[in-house]
């Protein structure tokens, strides 16, 4: 890889499932002294394939593509080679988002609006060890501490209530009673400091805790 050799470009494979995006982002990378494209991708499964035939020293990952997304693609490519470094590069600043990127092995997250020297100076210091997060998304992970976290049920049960399903219908699709899916509506009102299912679903979206599809 690059890094053995202080004289060598950074070898960067973009994946983006936006073509104008994507060559907008290899042409900044390109214009970039000590730097290369190597290879692109349009989405996660591709990323990976990608990732095994040219081995690049980092990876600007979008977050939201069709099929796998940014981060079951980071998983596995992580998996397979637990040394990459990735960075995702995504137009969502929600702090779940965030959360899950970096849980996944992200080195860094990065806006697609942040500043060309920005992005290419993060890509500069992940290549080289160094996780740093920008100001802005740092914040952001703040916010998140603050907030008491969801169980895995009370999040089900979100999604549930996000597409307008009845506590009798969240109840049979779960296979738990109206009782429990009550008492977890209660509790995850309090968890994100809500009144009721309106301000739930607003906040969850908000946060980026669930997403609509």
Known sequence: ??????????????????????????????????????AEASDGE???EVYEDVL?????????????????AILAIRKKFPDARVIVLSTYD????IHRALQSGAKSYLLKD???????????????????LPRQVAARLDERSEREQLTERERDVLEALIKGRSNKEI??????????VKSHLKTLFAKLRVRD????????????IVHLK
């Open 197 to 208: 299912r309106t301000e739930a679903a607003v906040e969850a979206i908000r946060h980026g």
């Open 94 to 97: 929600l702090d779940e988002d």
């Open 1 to 38: 890889m690059g890094e053995s050799d202080p004289g060598a470009k950074i070898r960067v494979l973009v994946v983006d499932d936006h073509p104008p995006m994507r060559m907008g982002l290899v042409a900044l990378i390109k214009s970039q002294p000590g730097m290369d494209v190597i």
């Open 171 to 180: 109840a049979s699709s779960l296979c738990i009673s109206e009782d429990t």
């Open 56 to 72: 690049p020293d980092v990876v600007l990952m979008d977050l939201r593509m069709p099929g796998m997304g940014g981060v079951e």
């Open 114 to 132: 942040m500043p060309t020297e920005e992005i290419a100076s993060t890509i500069r210091a992940v290549h080289f060890g160094d996780a740093s």
């Open 46 to 48: 591709e990323a990976l």
